[in-house]
Every structure is written in structure tokens, then in C-alpha cells.
């Protein structure tokens, strides 16, 4: 079965500040995709990151990036510069196979300071 | 481009009631995947409707029901309501294929009382 596991489930950091979010998966599944998701407190779901398990390069949008471990099946986000708008619950998920089927997360809820 | 819209908003329902959610995909969007969100087990996948076959199937009881029409819009369908089954609902539109990403609808949010 595949599961994605988040070890945080609260997290906080200070404006300006950097913070990870930790992410681990389980899959025997040699070609996936992840994802990281927002959901700030309008629950309005936002895309913020996307992997191909294929490419060994971290993606990185704007100030979010990945540090992503295959072999160790991890797939952390950071986010540099925190602004009070990152504050939301962040969603690691899973996805193969054809489509359709998002695994996700337990879910990490951030929370950036002023 | 407009997003994926999903209706109504809020709904507030007796046990044993059935109740049907609408969601709305990005045009040219051929798959429609359903999520039920709650405090205890966080985000579960129900369905997914591609071109209008289901493709996909989470595991959750058999009052919860799903269709797409021809022209990709979804509805879920719960029957005989239970408390438990109050929750918020997602609905997440893509091209299709495991890469695309997934656009999700702001959700119904269903009070089963």
C-alpha cells in the first residue's frame, strides 16, 4: 500500500525565516510524481510544488523548493523568506499510475509570526 | 480560464437523507477526482471519473456514488446520511495523466445533523 507520512503537525517560523516541512512516502512504485499542497484557512486547495520521481534535479518555485531522496523515499519542502500568507496547512502528496489518485499526508499546519 | 466550481457551497442535512454534490472542471479538464476532508482522517480519495468511466474507486461504502456527464461535469451522490459522513468535500479537475496537476474546487462543506 502506498502511504505518505508527516511527521510535523504543527510547525511555526518567524516572518522572513526559513522553515522545512518534512515528508516521507511508501511506495514500490518506480514512477510517480509528488506534490506539495496548501490549504490556507479559506480550505481553497493551492498547488505549491510538483516532483517527477524520474528527475534527480529538486524543483524550486519562487521560495519554495524540495529536497528530494529517492532511495530514502523523502520529500521535504522548504520555504525561505516566510510571509504571513504561507501560513496554512501543507499537504505532501502521492501520485502514479494513471492518475486521478491523490495519497495524502496527515498534513503539516504552519504558522508564521509577525 | 475559469476554475473548478463546485456546488452549493454549504449543505446541512438529517441522518437518512441522500444528498448530491456538484463539481464543475476546468474546461478541457476529462478527469474529476472526489476527496472527502475531515478532522480525524484528514484527506481520503472516494472516486475518480475519467471521460465518463470511473476509473479509480477509494475505500468508502457503496452509499457513496459518483457520475460525469459528456461534458466532464461530476456529481457525488451520498445516500442514507450518516453523522460521520459530515465533512468537507473536494472535487480536483486534471488533464488525466499521474503528472498533471490537480485544480481543486473550493469544496461543499455537508452537515449531517
Known amino acids: 500500500a502506498q502511504t505518505v507520512t508527516q511527521s510535523q503537525p504543527e510547525m511555526s517560523v518567524q516572518e522572513a525565516e526559513t522553515v522545512t516541512l518534512s515528508c516521507t512516502y511508501d511506495?514500490?512504485?518506480?514512477?510517480?510524481?509528488l506534490f506539495w499542497y496548501k490549504q490556507p484557512p479559506s480550505r481553497q486547495m493551492i498547488l505549491v510544488i510538483r516532483?517527477?520521481?524520474?528527475?534527480?534535479q529538486n524543483a524550486t518555485e519562487n521560495r519554495f523548493s524540495v529536497n528530494f531522496q529517492k532511495a530514502a523515499k523523502s520529500f521535504s519542502l522548504k520555504i525561505s523568506d516566510s510571509q504571513l500568507g504561507d501560513t496554512a496547512m501543507y499537504f505532501c502528496a502521492f501520485i502514479y499510475n494513471q492518475g486521478g489518485k491523490l495519497i495524502f499526508g496527515q498534513g503539516t499546519e504552519l504558522s508564521v509570526k509577525p | 480560464k475559469a476554475g473548478v466550481t463546485q456546488t452549493p457551497r454549504y449543505l446541512i442535512k438529517t441522518r437518512g437523507q441522500q444528498v448530491t454534490l456538484s463539481c464543475s472542471p476546468i474546461s478541457g479538464h476529462r478527469s474529476v477526482s472526489w476527496y472527502q476532508q475531515t478532522p480525524g482522517q484528514g484527506l481520503q480519495f472516494l472516486f475518480e471519473y475519467f471521460s465518463e468511466t470511473q476509473r479509480n474507486k477509494g475505500n468508502f461504502p457503496g452509499r457513496f456514488s459518483g457520475r460525469q456527464f459528456s461534458n466532464s461535469r461530476s456529481e457525488m451522490n451520498v445516500s442514507t446520511l450518516e453523522l460521520g459522513d459530515s465533512a468537507l468535500y473536494l472535487c480536483a479537475s486534471s488533464a488525466g495523466q499521474a503528472q498533471n496537476i490537480q485544480y481543486f474546487g473550493a469544496g461543499t462543506r455537508l452537515s449531517v445533523l
Open positions: 511506495t514500490s512504485e518506480n514512477n510517480y510524481y
Open positions: 516532483q517527477e520521481a524520474y528527475k534527480q
